[in-house]
């Protein structure tokens, strides 16, 4: 049984969101010294969200943007681009306050205050309040999640089973560590990667099993196959025939939760992105017009297969039926 009503939707139900993380994240991953220079601190909503919105016109899409409170505070240009888009139809969702990789491992009381700040900045700019939360870098743990139910948040999307990302995060943070700097980002728990692929009830005490938690998890997609991840730095990296592959196997799922990032359309060159950060990330070497084709492509080829494009919070809605998930295998 399909997890949405087949009798309504013809193909995959599609949900597009982005990660707005801000350039300084990047440097935190890195842990490159320093942080971004003031003319690129706000280049991710200033420059990249609008080629994003633009990409998201072309296809008709009203797509989920995981904002950072913080941004929305300090970049009065940003909460205007974003408002606009909040206007159009497009969801705003929380991505905490102040982004911090490591949420799950902070004192409650500062867990509350990263989701309550965010939450109240993004209800301002869009005149309602979010019903999403993503963690940052993936890692939820089942206080966040309390924390969330306690609040009336409708879903989750932060699980992402992905295993060759799992592995190369793993890699990645331990050769900076060896290189005698420390990574901001953290390595979450080996359990992630039995969680469901499709959409789910977390259980108390355990976001990566099903239970009966009043809020849905929504994973990222990845394949049935290696489980690999199936987000737009991928899709942009991926050599065309691969690309293909990974979208024609996330289409064949009812639900394709495709997540990008701000960074995915960003030009190095004419943002001015510093050459130590295009050397550590390898989405940053590669040109826009070749991103923008990669998407464009991903984006046509869910369309032509009958896809229908749902911001998060719809989709969310759409695996409820009678007060359960529909469809979730036991």
């Known amino acids: 049984?399909?997890?949405?009503?087949?009798?309504?939707?013809?193909?995959?139900?599609?949900?597009?969101?982005?990660?707005?993380?801000?350039?300084?994240?990047?440097?935190?991953?890195?842990?490159?010294?320093?942080?971004?220079?003031?003319e690129i601190r706000h280049v991710i909503l200033r420059?990249?969200?609008?080629?994003?919105?633009?990409?998201?016109?072309?296809?008709?899409?009203?797509?989920?943007?995981?904002?950072?409170?913080?941004?929305?505070e300090e970049d009065t240009e940003g909460r205007r681009i974003l408002a606009d888009l909040a206007s159009a139809g497009h969801e705003l969702a929380n991505h905490t306050h102040t982004h911090p990789y490591d949420l799950v491992r902070l004192p409650r009381p500062r867990i509350a205050e990263e989701i309550d700040r965010a939450h109240a900045a993004i209800a301002a700019v869009c005149g309602?309040?979010?019903?999403?939360?993503?963690?940052?870098?993936?890692?939820?743990?089942?206080e966040v999640i309390e924390l969330l139910c306690a609040r009336g948040y409708r879903y989750d999307s932060s699980t992402f089973p992905a295993i060759p990302y799992y592995l190369a995060k793993a890699a990645v943070l331990g050769l900076i560590r060896l290189s005698g700097r420390r990574s901001g980002s953290i390595l979450g728990s080996p359990a992630v990667l039995r969680a469901p692929r499709e959409p789910y009830r977390?259980?108390?005490?355990?976001?990566?099993?099903?239970?009966?938690?009043?809020?849905?998890?929504?994973?990222?997609?990845?394949t049935p196959w290696l489980r690999l991840h199936v987000i737009g730095t991928t899709l942009v990296i991926a050599p065309e025939w691969l690309r293909r592959r990974m979208v024609a196997a996330a289409l064949g799922s009812p639900f394709f939760n495709l997540e990008l990032h701000g960074i995915d359309l960003a030009?190095?060159?004419?943002?001015?992105?510093?050459?130590?950060?295009?050397?550590?990330?390898?989405?940053?070497?590669?040109?826009?017009?070749?991103?923008?084709?990669?998407?464009?492509?991903?984006?046509?080829?869910?369309?032509?297969?009958?896809?229908?494009?749902?911001?998060?919070?719809?989709?969310?809605?759409?695996?409820?039926?009678?007060?359960?998930?529909?469809?979730f295998a036991p």
């Open 1 to 38: 049984m399909l997890w949405y009503d087949s009798h309504v939707f013809a193909g995959p139900v599609v949900s597009v969101s982005v990660d707005l993380d801000p350039v300084e994240c990047y440097f935190r991953i890195h842990a490159l010294p320093g942080g971004p220079a003031d």
């Open 267 to 327: 030009d190095a060159g004419a943002d001015g992105f510093p050459a130590a950060l295009v050397a550590k990330q390898p989405d940053l070497r590669v040109p826009l017009a070749r991103k923008l084709a990669a998407l464009d492509a991903t984006l046509k080829e869910a369309r032509d297969l009958g896809a229908q494009f749902l911001p998060l919070r719809d989709a969310a809605e759409q695996t409820v039926s009678r007060g359960e998930p529909a469809g």
């Open 202 to 222: 977390p259980a108390a005490g355990s976001p990566y099993r099903r239970g009966d938690q009043p809020i849905v998890e929504l994973p990222i997609t990845v």
């Open 128 to 142: 309602r309040p979010p019903v999403g939360f993503r963690a940052p870098g993936y890692e939820i743990s089942a």
């Open 47 to 72: 420059r990249c969200l609008p080629r994003l919105a633009d990409l998201f016109a072309r296809h008709g899409i009203r797509a989920t943007l995981f904002a950072v409170g913080r941004d929305l």
